[in-house]
């Protein structure tokens, strides 16, 4: 499975950041899509989550403010987050699991501004 993601950049306080990742390369839709982020000096945090049935789940750094959706027809997911704040700077990676494997892209920076 290949992940491509698009989205990111430099964002003001108080924005919305739109990310999108497609996954391509395997005739199974993977069972969950979703994002990590990276934060210089932190480990790695789960952002959100969703399954192929439309279960998600947020970390709670990003609860009531994140928005994760999937296209199943193009296996494609979705993140929007709004209000950002200068603590969601981080490099965001798009991930995908299929039974037994996951899978990583590569990231995209986000800049939050203050």
């Known amino acids: 499975v290949q992940l491509q993601a698009s989205g990111g950049g430099l964002v003001q306080a108080g924005g919305s950041l739109r990310l999108s990742c497609a996954a391509s390369?395997?005739?199974?839709?993977?069972?969950?899509m979703g994002w990590y982020r990276q934060a210089p000096g932190k480990e790695r945090e789960m952002v959100a989550l969703?399954?192929?049935?439309?279960?998600?789940i947020y970390s709670d750094s990003v609860e009531g403010r994140g928005t994760i959706s999937r296209d199943n027809a193009k296996d494609t997911v979705f993140l929007q987050i709004d209000s950002l704040k200068p603590e969601d700077t981080a490099v965001y990676s798009c991930?995908?699991?299929?039974?037994?494997?996951?899978?990583w892209g590569q990231g995209t920076q986000v800049t939050v501004s203050s």
């Open positions: 969703i399954s192929n049935v439309d279960s998600t």
């Open positions: 991930y995908a699991y299929t039974p037994g494997r996951a899978y």
């Open positions: 390369g395997s005739s199974v839709s993977p069972n969950i």
